[in-house]
């Protein structure tokens, strides 16, 4: 309750302490997609794989879900582009991550509690295989559009679903 009365007092560790509740065992559970006889992920379904497993490494100081479960948000640029981005994608740039998420259309959330964060109405906690219906946008000649920026107020929304971090925590780590 008060991490929603007051969510610009989260941390990394507040953060993991109230996306603690474990998803269902259900064909929800995320896994590539099988094609042509390779493993072959989207750049939403590596991003969603990203968060989850950065936040069961114990990372979540650099980049995680947001407690709703509806963005995500990068707080240490640096760290992420050397230490998690190599893992997943063959970036060099933070400009050329940001040009992805462009190019898949998530927003930046420009005001409130959030601000910084990113969404896309399909990239939800809890809902891995909606990540196969986010679709790359063909850009025109030119530079991509600019972030469509809006200013959503999530923490009035029920939370979506939640993951269960397998690294323990000490509970004197743990902001409830």
Do not use: W
């Not at 939640?162 to 323990?168: F, N, P, R, V």
């Amino acid at each position: 309750d008060n991490i929603l009365k007051n969510p610009s007092s989260l941390t990394h560790v507040n953060i993991s302490a109230s996306l603690s509740t474990q998803v269902e065992e259900s064909d929800e559970k995320f896994s590539p997609r099988l094609l042509g006889g390779k493993f072959n992920e989207s750049f939403p379904e590596k991003l969603y794989r990203l968060l989850i497993e950065t936040a069961e490494e114990g990372k979540s100081e650099i980049v995680s879900f947001l407690p709703h479960g509806r963005a995500f948000a990068i707080r240490q640029d640096h760290r992420f582009m050397t230490d998690i981005i190599p893992k997943y994608f063959n970036l060099t740039k933070f400009s050329s991550f940001r040009r992805q998420l462009r190019l898949y259309e998530f927003e930046k959330i420009n005001d409130g509690p959030d601000v910084g964060a990113f969404y896309h109405s399909k990239f939800l906690l809890g809902m891995p295989r909606l990540c196969s219906e986010i679709k790359r946008v063909p850009q025109s000649k030119g530079r991509p559009k600019k972030y469509i920026t809006f200013s959503p107020n999530f923490y009035s929304m029920p939370p979506m679903g939640t993951y269960q971090l397998t690294k323990k925590q000490d509970s004197d780590d743990v902001a409830l």
